[in-house]
């Protein structure tokens, strides 16, 4: 079976950073594209980034660019995604997801194609 475990959430003062990371098993790692999601309470799910087989093509929300960094290290299964500047409006917990494609779709920000999620880690930052 598939599995995905987040870790490296935690609280920060705004400006801070934090590296989260998510251990994947059960599949061949780099057949995978993989992207982060977050959601606050009340509001829905948002894409955060996404990052083709390779780790040679990255993709961010709009409101991240500048300040989050997507990477993977396939020989260690594992997903990484630097957040640095962290704002309020970061919190949220955090997702990772395997999608069913090696690369990330026009439409990865929906998440539909992302078939494996992990359980989420929990990020706050405060002002």
């Known amino acids: 079976q598939v599995h995905l475990v987040e870790s490296g959430g935690g609280s920060v003062q705004a400006g801070g950073s934090l590296r989260l990371s998510c251990t994947a098993s059960g599949l061949t790692f780099d057949d995978y594209a993989m992207g982060w999601f977050r959601q606050a309470p009340g509001k829905e799910r948002e894409g955060v980034s996404c990052?083709?087989?390779?780790?040679?093509?990255?993709y961010y929300a709009d409101s991240v660019k500048g300040r989050f960094t997507v990477s993977r290290d396939n020989a260690k299964n594992t997903l990484y995604l630097q957040m640095n500047s962290l704002k309020p409006e970061d919190t949220a917990m955090y997702y990772c997801?395997?999608?069913?494609?090696?690369?990330?779709?026009?439409?990865?920000?929906?998440?539909?194609?992302?078939?494996?999620w992990g359980q989420g880690t929990q990020v706050t930052v405060s002002s």
């Open positions: 997801a395997a999608s069913s494609k090696g690369y990330c779709s026009a439409s990865w920000k929906q998440g539909g194609l992302f078939k494996y």
């Open positions: 990052i083709g087989w390779s780790g040679s093509s990255t």
